[in-house]
């Protein structure tokens, strides 16, 4: 990857709807961007998995091809084998998309024990309110979730562990959990268990901020297992300089998820981005 040049994530619906004609203008800055600067926009498995159409090959194909100019067969790998860009096209990686992964999968594991219905008795519990806290900033959210764990009156057996009384606790306590049950198959595959620690963690904080109700997923979305696939996007993202979507909750969940853990890359929407495309080239 030309390393003058800044990775830019775009979202799987940002990619679709410019294939699709939906938004021209974002098309041709993209691509302008493209062969002039001072962007690049590598693809991951995951975008590649979401444009695929079932059962119609040829629009596939015409996706994958699609994929292929904006990214310039720029492909970011993030497994436990490696992190990091390398050259390869959509179509190879779609090749072996269904290869049997070592990564943890959230929708498999969590799908099934965090119902919508349990998530809505989580946050009724807390006393916390998607119209209160989507009204606030990523800091103030933070608070207010904290606050409200803090706050909230267990009743405690004994010997019972005291639950985690803040989203600093709750990452910690997701860092053990996973340490203790994928430590093994790090060392086994001589991976940086800190980096897949770190990958884990910006995942958690993704899919806690939707449960506790910042910018939650509607049931519909909920019951498709959206949000796992929009966390391993937050996840991916965090590798570069600027993620672009039109999906307001995923931006927003995501923002939260980079504040906590200090991640420097930007969230904006595709309105953001093609103001901010226009002012780089000078449009």
């Known amino acids: 990857m030309n390393?003058?040049?800044?990775?830019?994530y775009l979202d799987s619906n940002v990619i679709i709807d410019t294939y699709n004609g939906i938004d021209d203008e974002l098309l041709g800055l993209?691509?302008?961007?493209?062969?002039?600067?001072?962007?690049?926009?590598?693809?991951?498995?995951?975008?590649?998995?979401?444009?695929?159409?079932?059962?119609?090959?040829?629009?596939?194909?015409?996706?994958?091809?699609?994929?292929?100019?904006?990214?310039?067969n720029i492909y970011f790998e993030s497994s436990i084998n490696r992190v990091g860009f390398i050259s390869s096209t959509p179509f190879q990686v779609f090749d072996t998309i269904n290869d049997v992964s070592l990564d943890f999968d959230w929708e498999k594991n969590l799908?099934?024990?965090?119902?919508?219905?349990?998530?809505?008795?989580?946050r009724s519990?807390?006393?916390?309110?998607?119209?209160?806290?989507?009204?606030?900033?990523?800091n103030q959210a933070i608070d207010v979730i904290n606050s409200a764990l803090q706050s909230y009156e267990y009743e405690l057996k004994e010997g019972q562990i005291e639950p985690p009384r803040s989203l600093e606790e709750m990452m910690a306590y997701t860092k053990k959990i996973?340490?203790?049950?994928?430590?093994?198959?790090?060392?086994?595959?001589?991976?940086?268990?800190?980096?897949?620690?770190?990958?884990?963690?910006?995942?958690?904080?993704?899919?806690?901020?939707?449960?506790?109700?910042?910018?939650?997923?509607?049931?519909?979305?909920h019951n498709k297992g959206s949000r796992y696939a929009d966390s391993r996007h937050a996840e991916n993202g965090k590798h570069f300089g600027i993620v672009v979507s039109r999906d307001?909750?995923?931006?927003?969940?995501?923002?939260?998820?980079y504040l906590f853990f200090d991640i420097k890359t930007k969230?904006?929407?595709?309105?953001?981005?093609?103001?901010?495309?226009?002012?780089?080239?000078?449009?």
Do not use: H
């Open 178 to 221: 996973m340490e203790e049950s994928f430590s093994g198959i790090w060392q086994a595959f001589n991976t940086d268990p800190e980096k897949q620690l770190f990958n884990i963690q910006v995942v958690s904080m993704f899919t806690m901020m939707d449960t506790l109700g910042f910018w939650s997923d509607s049931k519909s979305v």
């Open 111 to 122: 799908g099934g024990i965090l119902t919508y219905e349990n998530e809505l008795l989580a």
């Open 3 to 8: 390393q003058e040049r800044v990775p830019i």
């Open 248 to 257: 307001k909750r995923f931006l927003k969940k995501t923002e939260v998820a």
């Open 125 to 138: 519990e807390f006393g916390l309110s998607p119209n209160e806290l989507n009204n606030l900033s990523p």
């Open 267 to 283: 969230t904006l929407n595709t309105d953001q981005f093609k103001q901010q495309l226009k002012s780089e080239m000078g449009t």
């Open 30 to 72: 993209i691509l302008r961007s493209v062969f002039q600067g001072p962007y690049c926009y590598p693809f991951t498995s995951e975008q590649v998995n979401e444009i695929i159409v079932e059962n119609d090959e040829q629009l596939s194909s015409n996706m994958l091809s699609f994929l292929s100019i904006i990214s310039q």
